[in-house]
C-alpha cells in the first residue's frame, strides 16, 4: 500500500439511550473489537454509549454493524475521518455511572434535550445579538479555538458546567432572565447533556449545534465560516481546522496539553519530557524516565515500527486526562 495512503478509519460515536444492561455488553464488546484489530475506547453506562475507535475500515465498519444490531442502537450515528497512523495505542471498553460526567442525577438527555441547529443554519443563530453563545468546552480546549462571540466558562471538567450556570443565572449574570442560548462542544455529547441541565433549569429556548464543531467545520466552507482556530481532538492529531485538516498543535508527551507555536518555542518545552504548562512538576527521576521514553519513541519510528512506551511518570493534567475519559476521546473526528 502507498505510505501517503490514509489506511485506517476512526469512527466517534455516540447515543443516549436507556441501558439498563449496560455492564453484561463490556465483555462481547471488547472481545470483537480486538479480534477486529480496533483499538480507542468506548464507555457504557445506564444512558448509553459514547467513544472513539479506529483501525481498518472493515474493522471498524463490524464493530458498528454489531452495535447497531442492537435495536436500541439502530438509530446509532457516527463520523469518520481518515487517518495514516493508527491514532490509539490500545482498545478499552469501560463501565461508567455517565457516558459523559455532568454529576446531575435524573437528567434525560435523550427525552429531553434541547433543539438541533444545522451547521448550515448555525451562523445565522450566532450572529443574532439577542442569543447568548456558549462554549461547553474546557478551558484548555476553548483556549486553541472557539466561535465568534462565545463566551468560555472556563472550566476544568465539564462536572464544573452546573455550578457556572447558577451563577450567571444571578442578577447581573449573562444567563440572568433566562434567554436564548445556542451552546456548542467538540462532537455533540456535551451540548445534549448541558441543553438538557438547562431545560431542567427552566431555560425555554436552548439550542445546540447538530454534530458539533467537528460537523460545521467539515460542512460549512471557510470563507463562511465564524470559527477561528483549530479545534482540538482527543487522539495522535491533537487538533484540526477547516476541512477536518490537521490543525497546528502539537501534544505535550509528559502532561497532554496541546502545544501551539508560542509553547513550541518556549524554552521550558522539551520534547516528550516538559513543556510550559507541566515545567517543574516532575521529579529528577521522572524526567529521566520520559527522556528515556522520547529517546526510544524515536528509535521506533527511525526503524518503521510501533513504540509503546512504559507508562508516563506522574498523571497527565487532570483536565486533559479527565475529558479525555468522559468524552469518549469525543473530537476525534
Known sequence: MDSVTP???????????????FAALREPLQT?????????MLLLAPEGVNGTIA???????????WLRSDARFAALQHKEALA??????????????EIVTLGVPGLNPARNAGTYVKPEDWNALIDDPGVVVVDTRNDYEVGIGTFERAINPHTQTFAEFPAW?????????????????????????????????????????????????LKYLETVPEESSRWHGDCFVF????????????GHHQLCRSCR?????AELQSSQYVPGVSCPYCHGTRTPEQERALAERERQM???RQRGQEHIGAQQPGRPTRAVAKNAEDDGMDGTT
Do not use: W
Open 235 to 246: 487522539d495522535e492529531r491533537v487538533s484540526v481546522g477547516h476541512g477536518l485538516a490537521p
Open 165 to 213: 450556570v447558577a451563577q450567571q443565572s444571578q442578577p447581573g449574570g449573562v444567563l440572568a432572565g433566562k434567554p436564548r442560548v445556542a451552546m456548542f462542544c467538540t462532537g455533540g455529547i456535551r451540548c445534549e447533556k448541558s441543553t438538557a441541565f438547562l431545560k431542567s433549569q427552566g431555560f425555554d429556548e436552548v439550542y445546540h449545534l447538530e454534530g458539533g464543531i
Open 55 to 65: 483501525g481498518e475500515p472493515q474493522g471498524v465498519h463490524a464493530v458498528l454493524a
Open 84 to 97: 495514516e497512523r493508527m491514532p490509539f495505542y490500545r482498545m478499552r471498553v469501560r463501565l461508567k455511572r
Open 7 to 21: 489506511r485506517y478509519l476512526t469512527a466517534a460515536l455516540y447515543r443516549f439511550v436507556d441501558l439498563p444492561d
Open 298 to 300: 524515536q528509535l521506533a
Open 32 to 40: 470483537l473489537c480486538d479480534a477486529n484489530g480496533v483499538r480507542g
Open 257 to 261: 496539553m496541546p502545544l501551539g507555536e
